[in-house]
């Protein structure tokens, strides 16, 4: 079994190590770069009338909309960093869903406010409305992220026994196997959608679904089911309820967080909210345990 462990952690350390990184991050960039001219491009193609589309483009309605392609594409770096920090642990982990939520719903702003309305009564208009909810939503996310990453900080670091070494090699083979299943995930949402977009018959209007939500459904699907499997590992190396509970309250946070790509305005907002406060509550709960509790490891 140690030559397994051993294994796992020499190839988790070559796949996702700083050098890699570096590289991924610097293939972000000029691809969030050259994403954002091209996207500006076709806007102003668009606008000049050489080519009709025969679905809804509002993402090509105006400039502002082209920042949509950039931040899409950080996302997707985001998710690759939640991948390399998933072993770390269960609150760096959702940590970073937290901040994959706000950006998707700051991406969610860039596309909305093309649809605003200026000439009506503002909150009798349903975009408008959404993005008073948006807007209102990020600043409050924001600072619930803060709360939730400065908590985190004061949990003490325990020294790496060998069990607790063991577990995190459970966890860094949970983050390979989910590397490629997620690359395919993403590669076949982004397929279908194309499919749906260019070969449809023009001669009819074609609703597409929420861009918005394309991909990440069943991201966040497949992230509840490996956190699920990471719990269920973590009963082999810890019998602490203070940990159980805590592991089992994040799991519900990203729970929440699937439940709102179902939703839309202010119940979308409330629901993402919700699961940060409850992540914070349970954060600050456990903290209160471990003041009082001696650490079994």
Avoid at 78 to 106: C, D, G, W
Avoid at 177 to 204: D, E, N
Wanted: charged share 20%; with cysteine.
């Amino acid at each position: 079994m140690k030559k397994v462990f051993s294994f796992i952690d020499r190839t988790f350390e070559r796949l996702f190590s700083d050098t890699n990184q570096k590289k991924i991050e610097r293939i972000t960039l000029w691809l969030s770069l050259f994403g954002f001219m091209v996207h500006l491009a076709l806007i102003y193609v668009k606008k000049a009338a050489l080519f009709s589309l025969p679905f809804s483009d509002q993402l090509l309605m105006d400039p502002i909309s082209a920042i949509y392609t950039p931040f899409s594409i950080i996302l997707v770096y985001e998710i690759y960093l939640l991948i390399v920090f998933l072993p770390r642990s269960f609150t760096t982990a959702v940590s970073k869903q937290f901040e994959i939520i706000s950006l998707i719903i700051i991406r969610r702003i860039f596309g909305d406010i093309p649809k605003v309305e200026l000439d009506v009564n503002w909150f009798e208009y349903a975009d408008n409305r959404a993005l008073i909810y948006d807007l209102s939503g990020i600043l409050i996310l924001y600072f619930l992220i803060y709360l939730f990453n400065r908590y985190h900080t004061k949990i003490e670091k325990r020294p790496m026994e060998q069990r607790l070494k063991r577990f995190v090699s459970s966890k860094r083979a949970v983050s390979l196997i989910l590397l490629p299943v997620l690359a395919f995930t993403s590669v076949h949402a982004f397929y279908g959608w194309a499919q749906t977009l260019l070969f449809s018959p023009t001669s009819q209007v074609i609703h597409l679904p929420d861009i918005n939500a394309i991909f990440y459904n069943e991201f966040f699907t497949i992230l509840i089911l490996a956190d699920v499997f990471i719990l269920l590992l973590s009963f082999q190396y810890t019998e602490r309820y203070s940990q159980l509970i805590r592991n089992t309250g994040f799991i519900i946070c990203t729970i929440l967080i699937r439940l709102s790509f179902a939703t839309s305005g202010l119940v979308n907002i409330l629901l993402i909210l919700s699961s940060v406060l409850f992540g914070l509550a349970i954060l600050r709960i456990y903290q209160a345990i471990e003041k009082v509790e001696k650490p079994i490891y």
